[in-house]
C-alpha cells in the first residue's frame, strides 16, 4: 500500500460497504453515500460499520448527505453500484468532478466510462477512468451496518480511460488495494472481462423455479454438469469475440481458480469444490435479483453488441436475453439506459475502439 487517500464510495450495497471496510483496515480514508439516501442512516447514526467473514473489523468511515459533499470532500471518486444505477449516479457526479480527480469504477458496466467522460467533456473537464472487471469482493450485505465478505479477490482486470493514463490508474488502484490488478488492453477488453453475467445466465435461468420459490438452495451446489456446460459455452462465445479483436481477457477457468482459490477443473467440478468447502454461497431467493435484472440489460446484451460489432455474433447471449425476456414479460435490450444514451450502433467498429482509447466519443 502506498499513500493515504480519501476515497469516496458512491454506494451503499454488499460491495460498497465491504470496500469501505478493506480500505480503512488498510489506513486509508473512505467516505459513504448511498444514492437512495437510506443506505448509511444508521452509520450516519454513530453506528459503526462492521465486517464479518474474510475480512473482519469494526470501522467508523465518513458519511457524505449528497452527490456533492461526497465529491468535495474526497480524492478519488468510486463506484460500487448495480449497472441500473450507474447513469443516475454519474448524473449526479458530473456536475461536481474536479480536474484530473482520479474515478474508479467497480466493476465497469456497459461503457460507463465512455458517458462519464463525453458528459465532463461538456464541462471542458477532463479526469482519468479506472474501470475494473470485477469486485474487490464477494459478498452480502446483512443488516444495516453488517458486511459478510465471502472472498477477496486475488487479481482484478484493470484499465484506465483515456489509454495514456493507465500507468498512473494502475498505481492508484495498487495504493489504495495492493498489488492484485493485471492491466488488460482497454476498455473493450475491460467490458468483455466480467464474467458475472455469462455466469448468472446459466445460475438463473436454470434455476428460476427455487429463485421464484424464495427457496434456500446452494449456488455452487447447484452447478450441476449441464449447468456448468452451459456456463462453459458461455464463456467461450465471449473469449472468441475478444480474440476476433484481438484482445486478451480471462476464462471462466482463470476466474474461479484467481476468485475462490480453487483448483482448475471443469466448472462444475469447481463449484462442488466450493459447496465442500461451504464457500459456494447461496443463489438468490427471489426472481427480482440482479442475476437478471442487472446483469441481462447491463451485461448480456453488451457483450452481443461488441459481439456484433466484432462480426462474433453472441447466439448464446442474445438468445438468452430473450428467453429471460420472455419469463420477465419485459425487453430487456431496451432496459440499459447508458446504452441508449452513447447510440453505439451508428458508429463503426474503428470508431468504437478509437473511442475506448482516447475517452472521446465522435459527433
Known sequence: MGQEYKVGIAGAGSVAFGTAAFLEHSGQKAMLWSPSGKGTTALAAGAPLTAKGALEGSFSPGIAASAE????????????LPGYGHKAVLDALIPHLRQDQPVIISSHASFGALYLLDRLAARGVSLPVTVWGTTLLTGRRTGDTVASVNTIRSKIDLATVPAARTPEGLALCQDLFGDRFVPREGLLAISL????????????????????????????????????????????ERVAIAEALGLKVRTIFEHYHLSYHVPVASIAEMNAELHEKGIGGQGPATADSRYVTEDVPYGLVVTSVIGRLAGRPA?????????????????????????????????????????????????
Open 69 to 80: 459533499e461526497l465529491v468535495a470532500k474526497s480524492e478519488v471518486i468510486f463506484l460500487a
Open 315 to 363: 447466439v448464446l447471449h442474445e438468445s438468452g436475453t430473450e428467453i429471460f425476456s420472455a419469463l420477465y414479460g419485459r425487453d430487456f435490450t431496451k432496459e440499459n439506459t447508458l446504452l441508449s444514451e452513447l447510440g453505439l450502433e451508428r458508429l463503426t467498429l474503428a470508431q468504437v475502439q478509437d473511442a475506448c482509447r482516447s475517452g472521446v466519443l465522435p459527433r
Open 193 to 236: 472481462s466480467n464474467l458475472n453475467p455469462q455466469n448468472h445466465m446459466g445460475i438463473a435461468l436454470c434455476n428460476m423455479t427455487r429463485m421464484e420459490h424464495g427457496e434456500t438452495w446452494s449456488q455452487g451446489g447447484n452447478v450441476t454438469p449441464n449447468v456448468g456446460r452451459l456456463m462453459e459455452a458461455l464463456d467461450a
